[in-house]
């Protein structure tokens, strides 16, 4: 046997015209398909960086769309938003401050419970017409410039509140809202109950209004309950039982005043409007007016929107 091995030529075929161009298209077809690829490559990594890199996801956390829930709230939150309408008494005349009520129906309140409030100089109501009475408020507010901002931010431009608070809350939960700053030293606080004045000397007194929503009565209603307080004395530690354990809290004394308990139905979008009557009387005198920064007297108007009700299930 031959060490030496024969191998056989193999078939060698012409390079013809035909196979030339066939060759081309093969080529031309391989680099479109390998752009192709290239491209999906990399937009599947730009999306990847875009939606599922960490700190793509911080961003989004920390700035959610304008559209999304705000923090604190959910579907199942009541959201209401209070606003604080200051007046300036010296410019404002019993007319301009009647003509806001063309725009609020106050047969919706109870007719005794609207004497009881009017006889402390408060006057109560639903808005009927949002679009008007907000033009009317906006005329008859008091202007401020960038400085009135500034000391509303650090709460001295006035003893009275100001601006805008959105506050979500739960069913059966307690909120406290102030309305104005504590007067310092001693201040007497009267109280018209029936026939009766009944008057007493707080320390500090500061007025506030205690919200509490009781239930959700229907298709996006709410029953609120709205009670007038004022908080008095010093800070004092008190014991208050939780879910788990007790937790320790710093309250001031408070006197309730039930007679002026305000119970209102409210469906989302309702706005609930609080304010003094003209002239200033009663109770009204030091819980809805007080000096500004140019010592001037001024008086508020308390607006409660109902923003956000939720739906039964929603609220499960």
Known sequence: MPLIRTVEPLDFVPWTPSRREATIRTFRLYRCLI???AAIL???????KDDSSVDSILAKAKSPPPQDLRIGESKSSIVLDFEFVNFDVAQTDADQAASIWQWVDETSIDLKLRGRFLSNGIRVG???NHERFRQRMTSLAADQDDVDEFLASASVASDLSRGKKQIPMRIGKRYELALRNPMEGSHVAMVRVDQNTIG???N?????MAVNPIQLTGQKRVHLSLRTEIQHGELRQKYVGAEAAMRIVQQRDTWAIPTLDLDIEAAEGDTIV???TWPLTGLA????????????????VLLIRVTQVPNAIDSL
């Open 42 to 48: 990399m937009v599947g990594c730009a999306t990847w």
């Open 126 to 128: 639903m808005v009927n």
């Open 285 to 300: 005198k030091h819980m809805f007016s007080g000096i500004n920064a140019d010592n001037q007297l001024e008086q508020i």
């Open 274 to 276: 609080i304010a003094p």
């Open 35 to 37: 752009g192709i690829a």
């Open 200 to 202: 007493r000397t707080l």
């Open 204 to 208: 500090n007194a500061q007025y506030m």
